[in-house]
């Protein structure tokens, strides 16, 4: 990782850039909170701990939309929130960086149309305290 990329994920891990990035967002509160050795597999684990979702379901190539919305939460917070680039989150979760990119984009488009699943999904997630 670049010094400015650890530098990006540093400010990650203490909140700052998730405060400044999205101050109405409410999906990952305790982020506040986390270990600064938080790594990327221990987040998702974590997330899908709290959504109540094998690993191993999500991380596979299921086309379910509780796997596909897992999937995309994971991407979204390896990507804005941890500072990971698109090809790194893509090589830890087995996708091309053009899969990562368009899991991001549906994550945001999922927010704004307020799909019922998909917010009570991201509602788990804001009530569960370790994540």
């Given amino acids: 990782m670049t010094p400015l990329r650890q530098q990006r ?24 909170e986390r270990p600064v050795e938080e790594t990327p597999e221990r987040a ?9 979702l094998p690993v191993d ?4 190539r299921s086309n379910k939309e509780q796997y596909s919305f897992a999937r995309h939460i994971i991407a979204y917070y390896l990507y804005e929130i941890m500072g990971l680039t698109y090809s790194e989150v893509g090589r830890i979760m087995n996708r091309g960086h053009a899969g990562i990119i368009y899991s991001v984009r549906q ?13 009570e999904m991201i509602n ?4 569960y305290e370790k994540i």
């Fill in 57 to 60: 379901e999500v991380m596979s």
């Fill in 107 to 119: 994550y945001h488009n999922l927010r704004l149309t307020k799909n019922r699943y998909f917010m």
């Fill in 9 to 32: 994920a540093n400010r990650a891990l203490t909140g700052l850039y998730f405060q400044l990035l999205c101050p109405k967002l409410k999906a990952f509160p305790q982020v506040l």
């Fill in 124 to 127: 788990k997630l804001s009530r």
């Fill in 44 to 52: 998702i684990g974590r997330i899908c701990s709290a959504l109540g």
